[in-house]
């Protein structure tokens, strides 16, 4: 069976799985992992390529994530959420650009725009109830600024290694990127607000009452909270594992001290300790209990994570990506174009978008000198395709609904098509640069 067609019936597979049959997302992926790979021909390969999937994606975000369900919820419990929420209330007339801001300004410096989100989206959180705001948008705010710098701006691992491999100059791809990336955040920011002043009236029951039961835990938990913490220990969980990190990239590899402690693993276990410290107040057995109420929590982000990796590896084995770029190469379209739609369809086959700008440009190099574009607006338009389009074997998509108790259709509208709209703006302002420019 051809490529696409094996890709065009993954997809449907699972909106069948998650939307009409209700399966859970993790067996629904995995479910379709098998069928995609019989259908490739490659049952053997596909067992591996599951397991594979999975455990890449188990190592790279275990740690991250449950330290990050742990910070998150013992700031809560403590305070240290509402206070850094006030304080934000009162230095910014806009808290919800704030966030936007927030995640777009630490997603390069952390290598990791997933990290930024999960650093930050208890403070949206604490926002979005302290402003009555709908979390959907105070987390897709946090999110589409986090994914705007982290796509376009170099030295992001999205665009650094395109850059060496395409020879662009970093200088000017560093300039361009920064000043596509601004409005396009800010675009994210926009519609983050839009979705939150049209939440649709025809939300199903079951929505609406797991959003009250959320509501009444948060009121709970408000009134049972400990006395705001000192500020130091309210914002050290969160920003000293940040300053390590930073610490780290700054120094490379000459402290050996810095680069252990700077790995976003250690870092986020030292704000675990900090958050434990902060929360001695409670009790042993009142933190012992959020610590495993928190563990839990991530043990169910972390399931769909990994069905998501196992979908992306069994796609990536199918070939799908590269038989989509290649239809598209073979139609007349603008040489601009072409990037664009070759890094999309890779994205949309096997949801990494840093492994989309890897394999992009080997693609794409035979044709340079047929597209003529300059190799920084080649890059962009590249840049601008991985926005385009996270579903559901993108880990972001997962982590997403997850960490902000979002349903899988709640996601799309935010997460999916909100990156789509970037995508669609950045696109067109690369293409306004190369018209003005070159």
Not at 27 to 56: D, H, K, Q, R, Y
Not at 62 to 90: H, K, M
Request: aromatic share 10%; glycine share 8%; hydrophobic share 50%.
């Amino acid at each position: 069976m051809h490529p696409v067609v094996i890709f065009l019936f993954a997809l449907l597979c699972i909106l069948l799985f998650t939307a009409k049959l209700r399966l859970h997302p993790f067996l629904s992926l995995v479910l379709v992992s098998v069928l995609t790979g019989v259908l490739a021909g490659e049952p053997l390969a596909t067992v591996e390529a599951i397991t594979g999937g999975l455990g890449s994606v188990f190592s790279r975000f275990a740690i991250i994530i449950t330290c990050g369900s742990v910070i998150g919820l013992l700031l809560q419990r403590t305070g240290g959420t509402s206070l850094i929420a006030s304080d934000i209330i009162r230095f910014s007339r806009n808290p919800l650009l704030a966030l936007n801001f927030l995640g777009f300004l630490f997603s390069v410096p952390l290598m990791c725009y997933i990290l930024a989100y999960v650093i930050f989206i208890p403070i949206a959180k604490e926002l979005a109830a302290r402003l009555d705001n709908p979390p959907i948008s105070t987390a897709t705010a946090l999110a589409l600024g986090a994914v705007a710098s982290f796509n376009l701006v170099y030295p992001s691992p999205v665009v650094i290694s395109a850059a060496e491999e395409l020879s662009a100059n970093t200088d000017r791809l560093f300039i361009l990127g920064f000043l596509i990336a601004i409005p396009t955040s800010i675009a994210g920011y926009l519609y983050a607000r839009w979705l939150g002043r049209t939440e649709p009236e025809g939300v199903s029951n079951r929505v609406n009452q797991r959003r009250s039961e959320i509501q009444e835990k948060n009121v709970e938990i408000y009134r049972n909270t400990a006395e705001n913490p000192p500020r130091l220990e309210a914002y050290s969980p969160i920003f000293f594992p940040l300053l390590l990190i930073f610490l780290q990239a700054g120094f490379g590899h000459s402290y050996p001290v810095l680069t252990f402690l700077g790995n976003p693993n250690i870092a986020l276990l030292t704000g675990v300790i900090l958050s434990i410290f902060s929360g001695r107040r409670l009790g042993s057995f009142a933190l012992r209990e959020l610590v495993e109420k928190a563990v839990r929590r991530s043990g169910v982000v972390l399931l769909d994570l990994c069905g998501g990796g196992a979908l992306g590896a069994t796609l990536a084995m199918t070939g799908a990506g590269e038989a989509l770029g290649q239809l598209f190469l073979q139609l007349s379209l603008p040489h601009i174009l072409i990037p664009f739609l070759v890094a999309a369809a890779l994205q949309t086959v096997q949801g990494s978008r840093v492994v989309t700008m890897l394999i992009a440009p080997s693609l794409l190099l035979p044709l340079v000198p047929e597209l003529g574009l300059p190799p920084e607006i080649l890059i962009l338009s590249m840049a601008s395709g991985t926005f385009v389009i996270s579903h559901v074997n993108d880990p972001f998509f997962w982590i997403f609904g997850e960490l902000a108790e979002l349903e899988p259709s709640e996601v799309f509208r935010s997460n999916t098509l909100g990156g789509a709209l970037m995508g669609i703006v950045s696109f067109l302002l690369v293409s306004a640069a190369y018209v003005s420019f070159y």
